[in-house]
């Protein structure tokens, strides 16, 4: 299987991030207050509701955390033996992520980016496990270190790398990753104030996009080695 080159893969993972940072804002600013990806936080949400004995915040904390973890399971489960780079499965799972983030803009736009608590649970539910593929899509990309959900230790790596050697220039796909985050978090914030109903659609068009972009990649390179093996 003839996979992109890293540095062609560190720019999907970036896409991959503004993705996350969209949909992550939807979630925290509309649904209960929790992130799709940011286990970190949700955990501490659910420390308070247990402690507050907040029916409604540990219901939240619960699907959350839950969803992440089941995303996890299931991406691992058909990709644990697959060498690290994209390849014919990568896409297959990304395909799965980008049919949970379909399903959740379907779901945004019959309830008009208005959804009452219960409904609101499913939404993040379905963000939650797609946050969870993605994550286990990222780390068996084939860039060492890289991450797309969760950044805290991305911004460590890179300060203390910096701190470390100072002549050194930093991991550029690092914060290619750090910056498409942001980015995907303002996309997502001014078309949730601007058009509401379509706020979760650069999400689903950032992963589809990747999956188009890697495969069309992918047969490139495969198209070079075929030429190659000829000569």
Request: aromatic share 6%; glycine share 12%; with cysteine.
């Amino acid at each position: 299987m003839h996979a992109p080159s890293t540095r062609a893969t560190a720019w999907l993972l970036v896409a991959l991030a503004a993705a996350s940072g969209c949909i992550d804002v939807i979630c925290l600013t509309k649904l209960n207050a929790y992130f799709a990806s940011v286990i970190t936080g949700n955990l501490v949400h659910f420390g308070h509701a247990i402690a507050t004995a907040d029916a409604r915040s540990l219901a939240g904390a619960v699907v959350a955390v839950g969803g992440y973890a089941v995303g996890v399971a299931a991406a691992t489960v058909p990709l644990r033996h697959t060498p690290p780079g994209w390849n014919v499965r990568t896409a297959v799972v990304t395909s799965a992520e980008a049919v949970l983030l379909l399903g959740f803009t379907v779901g945004w736009l019959a309830c008009s980016a208005r959804p009452g608590y219960g409904f609101g649970l499913v939404l993040l539910g379905m963000a939650a496990v797609a946050s969870g593929i993605q994550s286990v899509i990222t780390v068996g990309a084939g860039v060492r270190g890289a991450s797309t959900t969760y950044l805290t230790g991305s911004l460590t790596e890179l300060v203390r790398r910096r701190v470390v050697d100072p002549h050194r220039f930093a991991d550029v796909g690092g914060v290619g990753r750090l910056a498409g985050l942001v980015v995907g978090a303002v996309l997502g914030t001014v078309v949730l104030r601007t058009a509401p109903t379509w706020a979760s659609v650069p999400a689903a068009v950032l992963v589809i996009a990747v999956i188009v972009v890697a495969v069309g990649l992918t047969r490139r390179a495969a198209t070079a080695a075929g030429r190659n093996q000829r000569r």
